[in-house]
């Protein structure tokens, strides 16, 4: 089993920076990957940005390209998402996942999942 808690969501104006945090334990053996998700009310979870734990390797969606930054501390087995030039669009609960194989931006690839923190931008 592998736990995964998030914290690091709040009320933020827009064009603001929030930094959330993921910190896992379980394991013994690294994921593959960890990814960020969020979901908004009456909509779909949605990929946001993902990390290869070996290498570091990152990926964003579109919407997110040049305001978030993934990166992560094995040493503390934690991911942090860096979400700056905040938008109220970017209003969701945001969800860690971790993965040991398969496509990055699919949920269903994600094996183990947080409880969520709430982020909301507010115009």
Known sequence: QVQLVESGGGLVQAGGS???SCAGSG???SPYRMGW??????????????????????????SVKGRFTV???NAKNTVY?????LKPEDTAVYYCAAT???????????????QGTQVTVSS
């Open 18 to 20: 929030l930094r959330l």
């Open 27 to 29: 394991r013994t053996d």
């Open 37 to 62: 998700f969020r979901q908004a009310p009456g909509k779909e979870r949605e990929f946001v940005a993902a990390i290869r734990w070996s290498g570091g390797n990152t990926f964003y969606a579109d």
């Open 71 to 73: 990166s992560r501390d």
């Open 81 to 85: 998402l860096q979400m700056n030039n």
């Open 100 to 114: 040991w194989g398969g496509s990055y931006y699919k949920t269903s690839t994600y094996n183990y999942w947080g």
